[in-house]
Each structure stands twice: as structure tokens, then as C-alpha cells.
């Protein structure tokens, strides 16, 4: 099937869409004016934006699967049912100094919609002073005046003013992706909000607005009217985009790197080589205009450096002929850094623990899949807070002591450094494990949204097929480790206050760390610093937000791309994801990917209609 021919979603075949490696002649391959490499929650909206103008063709290339009838990915709740599963890549870390050498699970989404489809739904503007620090490091047109427009385009957001009043001003009525409230969140959460609350955490509204972020507060979600997931690919391949003639969506296919002309005064990209196993042939397929890097903070570094851009000495490292230099591909990766799971035992008919019986949590399928309600069409963390871990108005030491000393890391004075969190259900670990029966209990967890930490992306082979090497060096300062100390103790004052303090349940004070409830147990006026940090070196996770690596920025010395998100010195090469953040947000990332990919769009459409 050629550029022109009608499409749906094509699998597996790439002579479907792509030429057999013949000849090394592009004129010869099948060609479109755009090809995106990536369907994921950048990549969707941009095969649909792009492919609005009839008469241009667009290819979008996905390694997973078609979102169309996955039921794992709709259900709201069920986010963890995917960890480890084909519709996720399966990586690991490095083993990470800092956390005692373990090597942790980094999940992303493996299908159309991509992480978008696997993620925890929560939408977020983040703080508009993270914009600002964007523009301080060159991303010229980021602020967040600059993008509301388009947060406002991408979002179709659904009040429901008896969960709580959002800015209809600063919110999107008509867009693509649909926001709401779940219709329904587990009795522990509201003890949760009102004991932030006494705890002097004041109450926010909507975090989504130009007023920021700080507080606690109910999240929406990208949830739609029937309580399913709104994924990227839900919401921007509709029937009607998904049956464009000008729009070829191609999956289970891998691309594995860009090829270029280098005969002229410039270096141009001409077409990606795609293949659908490690030893299958190779096929070509050519772009006429641009190819759209949106494969993710992992997948577009790998790809970047197999095409032969990035740091000398790594490319030379595997034996890859080098195109152009940049050495930031690769680099700067940051992740928020998680506490990891910390459980504590809730009295029974607070949380959702109940579901994990056979009985109970068929019936919550049942009335899910029936009427779109009930424990499963609800979020994760359906609140959260969002604080500053220098607020001297909160209790995050031993009382009467000095808090750990910390230094500010936040982009402004009026960003967070921290997120507190609480799931209703109990969690051991991070494969979100079955606890044994009859356990109540709600895990608490706290983020650090604003690591000075850096890591990176390596290649472990030339092989597109091999999972790079992941690092994201957490927790390597001391300053980390304290601000995620702060928080922690913060957490078990917040566990300890009414009225949440009394839906828990606290044993004696006790020094057994191998009980999974120490922490709940744990006197936060006895436990000192060093256990906080023996407990964080041994339970903190990434917090599956990673950015930065091809950051966008004015040198190529420093950056990836340039404020258009071309990358420097090559033409028709863009990329459009989490990995050309110039910095880590304090917030969730997917809203503003999606908005940023929104904004990408309208850049490309101009630049043709100049053309
Ligand atoms: C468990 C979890 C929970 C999260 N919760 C939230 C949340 O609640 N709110 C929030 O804002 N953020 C959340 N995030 C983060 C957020 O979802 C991601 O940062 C965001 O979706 C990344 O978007 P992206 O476009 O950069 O990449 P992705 O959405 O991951 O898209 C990349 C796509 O490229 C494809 N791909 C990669 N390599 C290739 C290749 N070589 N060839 C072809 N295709 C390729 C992938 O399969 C994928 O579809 C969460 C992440 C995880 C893992």
C-alpha cells in the first residue's frame, strides 16, 4: 500500500508502506511528506494535526501495538496491571550506586498512545515558573503564556463542581483529550486532604492555572465520559483521523535509524530504515519534508546515536560512522525520584484493598465495564500535594530540632520541590504485589520533583533491538537525599494527623526494619535521619517522569535541538518529546508533552505553507 492509497492501522508488513532495501537510491522508496517515528503521547498528536491538511502525507511508525481494542489500557485504575507486560518496553536501570546498587524497573508504554496509555492519568500544567526557567536556558517561545494556548487546544475538561471548581478560564472545553474527576475515589482520600490541610497545606482548587500549583488538591484525569482512559491515541486517532487517506499508521514496526543526504552544503534527513525483528530485512522509507522524532526519552537518544549523531566517543564506542556531533544526545537525564512504595494499615472500609479478592474485584470489573464506575474507573492518586521542603511553616524534623539542612532547588520561589501522595491500597514494592489477605492499608509516598541529579542514555549495541543502558544516577547529591528525607518525615506527621491519623492503625514504636510496616509503626520524633536515609536507599524508585535527553537549548554544544526543536546542524530532523525538556518540571509531564506537541504542529504547518 502506498502514500496515497486509503490506510487504517497496518501491522507488521512494512511492504505495506515501506520499500524492500534494494537500492540505496531514496528516489526509488516509497516516500511522505512527514513520517513521525513514535505513537505515543507526543507522536499521536502529531500524525493527527499534521494529516489535517489533506494534502499532506504523513507516516507514523509505532514499535507496540494498535490501542484499538485494549482493554488493560482503559481501565483507569489498572495502570500497574501493564508493568512488565508486551505492552510495556520491559527496562531496567543500571544498578544505581545511591540505592544500594539495585537495578529498577522504568516503565513505558509499548502501543499506540504509548506511555500516555500506561500511565497514572494524572493531568498537569505544572508550575508556569518552570516555563520561565525553560526560557532562561533558550527555549525562546516555552513560557507558559507561551503554551497555554495550546494546553487549552489539546484538553476537553468536564467540571464537576462537587469535587471542586476548576478555572474554566484556564482550562480547554473543546479540545481533543478529555479531562474529569474519577466519579469516584476511596473513602481514605478525603482524610488525606483535610489532615494536609490541618497539617498547614493550604487547599487549591485547580493546580492548572497561572496561579500554580502549590497545595493539595484533586486531580483530573484523562478520563473520559464512560470511565474509561483517554490515552493520546484514544483521543487524537479518532475514526475519523485514523481513516484519512494522507495518514498511514504503521505498528509493530521498529524504526531503527535515520538516514541522511550528506552530498550537499548541509546535512539533510532523508528517510528511516524500519524493520519488525532483530534478523528481519531492513526496509526504507523516504520523508520529502521532515521526520518527526517522538519516540520518547529512551527511544530517541538510541535512535539519534544509531543514526550516527551524538558524543563522539560513544558512537565511536560501538563503531557508528559519525554524522554530526552533539554530545548532549544521551545526556542530562532526570527523573523525579520517588520515596518508593511506604505502606501504612488503614482500618477496614477506608481503601480499596478489597479488590485484590477474586470475588470483589470481578465485580468491580463488572461495574466497570458495565456502567464505567466504581473502584476501577477511579485514579491512582486521585490528590496530591505539592510543597516546598524549605517552608518553615511544616514539621519536617524531630521536634525541637533543626531540620537536615537542604538548599533551595526549586525554578522559583513559588514552585514546589516536593509532591506528597497517597494510593488506597497497600503496596510492598513496586510490582504493586497482592498483600496477603485480609490487609488494609494506604501507601504514602513523596516525590522530589526538583533533582539536581543528572544521568544518562548509552548504548549497550549497535542494535536497535538491544534496550539502551538507563541512568538515571539517583539520588547522587546529598542535597537530594535530604530534601527526600524532609519529605518522608513529613509523610509519617501527615499519616500521624486527624482525621486521617485516625482511619490508620500504628503498632509500638519498633526498630525491626525487615517489617514492610516500620514506617507506619515509626514515631517520627524518634526515628532519626540516618534510618530515613538507610530506608530511602533501599525503597526510592525513579519516579517514571525522565526528561532531558536531547534537551532543547541555543548551543550545540550544550543541546539537542533548537527552540523549533530542530536538531542543530541537520535538516528536516525535529524531535518532539520528553526528551528535549530543557529542564525537569515540578509536576507531571504528559499534559505539557502533549501541549508542547500541539505547539510543534502549528510550527511545521507554518513552515510548509512558507515552503
Ligand atoms: C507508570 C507511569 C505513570 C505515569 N504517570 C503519569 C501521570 O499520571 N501523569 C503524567 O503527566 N505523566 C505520567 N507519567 C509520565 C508520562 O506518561 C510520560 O512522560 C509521557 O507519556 C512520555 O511521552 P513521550 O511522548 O515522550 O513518550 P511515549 O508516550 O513513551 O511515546 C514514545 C513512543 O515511541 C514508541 N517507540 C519508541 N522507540 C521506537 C522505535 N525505535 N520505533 C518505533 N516506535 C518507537 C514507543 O513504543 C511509544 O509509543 C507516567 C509514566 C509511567 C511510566
Known sequence: MGANQSTHITSADPLQFASVDVTDDPASWTTYEYIVVGGGSAGCVLAARLSEDRNATVLLLEAGKSHLSDVPTRIPFGFSKIFRTPTDWNLYTTAQTNLHGRETYFPRGKILGGTSATNALIYHHCSPEDFDEWVSLGATGWSYADLLPYFKKSEKHTPNTKIARTDLSSRGLDGAWQTRHPSEVAPIDGYAIEACKNLGIPHTEDINTPKGTMGVTHLTGNINSKGQRDSAATAYLTNEVVSRPNLTIATNIMAEKVVFDESGPTIRATGVVVSVGPTSPRYHVAASREIILCAGVVGTPQMLMLSGIGPVEELAKHD??????????????????????????????????????????????????????????????????????????????????????????????????????????????????????????????????RPESKGNITLRSRSIWDAPLID??????????????????????????EPLASALEFGPHSGDKSSPWWLCDADPDKVTDKELEDLLRDNALPAKHPVCTASMGSFPETSVVDAELRVHGIDGLRIVDASVFPSQLSGHPCAVIVAMAEKAADMIKKTRRVL
Open 320 to 449: 557508528i560512522p559519525l554524522v554530526h556531533a552533539l554530545p548532549s544526545v544521551g545526556r542530562n537525564l532526570v527523573d523525579h525520584v520517588s520515596t518508593g512504595p511506604l505502606p501504612f494499615r488503614a482500618k477496614p472500609g477506608f481503601t480499596y484493598d478489597y479488590i485484590t479478592n477474586r470475588f470483589s474485584g470481578f465485580l468491580a470489573l463488572l461495574k466497570w465495564y458495565a456502567f464505567g464506575t466504581g473502584p476501577l474507573s477511579s485514579m491512582g492518586w486521585p490528590s496530591a500535594a505539592f510543597v516546598r521542603s524549605t517552608d518553615p511553616s511544616l514539621p519536617v524534623s524531630r521536634t525541637g530540632e533543626e531540620p537536615i539542612p537542604v538548599t533551595d532547588q526549586t525554578s522559583r520561589p513559588g514552585a514546589p520541590d516536593v509532591e506528597l501522595i497517597w494510593f488506597p491500597m497497600t503496596v510492598f514494592d513496586d510490582k504493586f504485589a497482592k498483600p496477603p489477605p485480609g490487609t488494609h492499608g494506604v501507601t504514602l509516598a513523596a516525590l522530589l520533583l
Open 472 to 497: 538515571p544516577n539517583c539520588l547522587a547529591t546529598e542535597n537530594d537525599l535530604n530534601i527526600l528525607i524532609r519529605a518522608t518525615r513529613l509523610l509519617m506527621r501527615l499519616a500521624r494527623t
